[in-house]
């Protein structure tokens, strides 16, 4: 079963910290995607990749950054996490001939305090 | 990428079939109609995609109309683990490089016994 991994489920950081989020995918995937969800605004792209070391802007990438040092994995790093982080991180992947869609993983619920 | 229109939520009968309307009057000719849906506290699930002709897996079938300006996706025989959000979502075909996809709020759907 083709899946999306992301390192925990539920992570409860301190404001100032820095924070990683992990993501790996077993489908030899070349894009991968980091959104965020909160309510009443759904899902935001924070950063994509489309390879190894590539890494775009999403619609949100303030305040985050991305690491892309192999085709499985993909990282999200909140430099300095701050209350207004708290949120539901999803992350994604596809092939760039992405006929069959994303794939998704089960989300990190991140409460920043 | 053009903008979608769905309604806010939706009930339907178990057993029923539920149709989920989606209106895109601004699509381009190069533009794909996507569907995924998102059960409580899970990442969203690919469901299906169409450009002009209609189109049918095993989950559900998505009707274009002939103008491209709205679709439906139909679920044949809901049942209450159909019960979830539904984005619709209209987007130009890969290019090559990460073509990411840009969910608006989506339709909630609730399934009723």
């Known amino acids: 079963d083709v899946k999306v991994t992301q390192s925990s489920r539920y992570l409860v950081k301190r404001t100032g910290e820095k924070v990683f989020l992990e993501c790996v995918q077993d489908?030899?995937?070349?894009?991968m995607f980091w959104y965020r969800q909160d309510p009443g605004l759904g899902l935001r792209l924070i950063y994509f990749?489309?390879?190894?070391?590539?890494?775009e802007k999403g619609d949100i990438p303030e305040g985050y950054s991305v690491s892309r040092e192999k085709k499985e994995r993909f990282s999200l790093i909140l430099e300095s996490a701050s209350t207004n982080q708290t949120s539901m991180y999803l992350c994604?992947?596809?092939?760039?001939?992405?006929?069959?869609?994303?794939?998704f993983g089960s989300g990190t619920r991140l409460t920043v305090v | 990428d053009a903008k979608t229109t769905q309604p806010t939520s939706m009930d339907c009968a178990e057993g029923r079939a539920a149709n989920l309307p989606c209106n895109h009057s601004?699509?381009?000719?190069?533009?794909?109609v996507y569907w995924y849906r998102q059960i409580h506290s899970q990442g969203p699930q690919y469901i299906i995609h169409?450009?002009?002709n209609n189109e049918t897996n095993e989950m559900a079938s998505l009707i274009i109309t002939e103008d491209r300006k709205s679709s439906t996706l139909i679920l044949p025989h809901a049942t209450l683990r159909d019960t979830a959000v539904y984005y619709c979502?209209?987007?130009?075909?890969?290019?090559?490089?990460?073509?990411?996809?840009?969910f608006g709020t989506g339709t909630r759907l609730q399934v009723t016994l």
């Open positions: 994604a992947s596809s092939f760039i001939a992405d006929n069959y869609g994303y794939t």
């Open positions: 489908m030899d995937h070349e894009n």
């Open positions: 990749s489309y390879d190894v070391k590539m890494k």
């Open positions: 601004t699509i381009s000719g190069n533009e794909y």
């Open positions: 169409g450009l002009k």
């Open positions: 979502i209209v987007r130009a075909a890969n290019t090559g490089t990460a073509s990411k996809l840009t």
